[in-house]
């Protein structure tokens, strides 16, 4: 299995609450992505990084912000939590191969009350 | 954009029977990796079957296999001899070989039939 921890695994928070979700890869990978998971939707991409602090948006970015001072960890951060926001929400690493597959976390479940 | 359709919400099967999943895409690029993944309830990400789309060759992976329809933008996926381990959402996703991004299709929930 790949190595990567999401934490935390459920989260229960208040709207307007700031919630900060981690992601830790001991696999040296370059590329850490998040995603959010939504019935009907499949997984879509908030922002993923390619570098220690180079980030990009993905297609769902709006409200969330992530941050990557080391190669093992990505962070996800909700500054004001809103109920559209609940979600199952999914990290992924992937090495530098072109071919490289990418491994997911276990997820977090947020429910914004 | 890249966009990846799943058309079948839902999918059932009898054990030990053959399921074929539906998976289309659109895009511009001609070198891309096409991905079928599976998620068991325990919610884990599972990748199943994986293509590149320039080899002709579908491929395969014991009971899994696709059938990589290039000029149609059509990537399957056939699970033969089901069985109740199978039941699960599956997706399919694109990444363009040079790209970063991986882009899922909305899923199909797999029920297997004992």
């Known amino acids: 299995d790949a190595g990567i921890t999401q934490s935390p695994r459920h989260k229960v928070t208040e709207t307007g609450t700031p919630v900060t979700l981690r992601c830790h890869q001991t696999e040296n990978h370059r590329y850490m992505y998040w995603y959010r998971q939504d019935p009907g939707h499949g997984l879509r991409l908030i922002h993923y990084?390619?570098?220690?602090?180079?980030?990009d948006k993905g297609e769902v970015s709006d409200g969330y912000s992530v941050s990557r001072s080391k190669t093992e960890d990505f962070l996800l951060t909700l500054e004001s939590a809103t109920s559209s926001q609940t979600s199952v929400y999914f990290c992924?690493?992937?090495?530098?191969?072109?071919?490289?597959?990418?491994?997911f976390g276990q997820g977090t479940r947020l429910t914004v009350v | 954009a890249q966009t990846v359709t799943q058309s079948q919400p839902e999918m059932s099967v009898q054990e030990a029977e053959t399921v074929t999943l539906s998976c289309t895409y659109d895009?511009?690029?001609?070198?891309?990796?096409l991905f079928w993944y599976k998620q068991p309830p325990s919610r884990q990400m599972i990748l199943v079957i994986r293509?590149?789309?320039?080899?002709?060759q579908n491929a395969t992976e014991n009971r899994f296999s696709v059938n990589f329809q290039k000029a149609a933008k059509s990537f399957s996926l056939k699970i033969s001899d089901s069985q109740l381990g199978d039941a699960a959402m599956y997706f399919c996703?694109?990444?363009?070989?040079?790209?970063?991004?991986?882009?899922f299709g909305g899923g199909t929930r797999v029920l297997v039939k004992p």
């Open positions: 992924a690493i992937r090495g530098d191969r072109v071919s490289a597959e990418a491994f």
């Open positions: 293509q590149e789309a320039y080899k002709q």
């Open positions: 990084s390619y570098g220690v602090k180079d980030t």
């Open positions: 996703a694109y990444r363009k070989a040079a790209g970063n991004k991986l882009t």
């Open positions: 895009t511009s690029e001609s070198d891309y990796y």
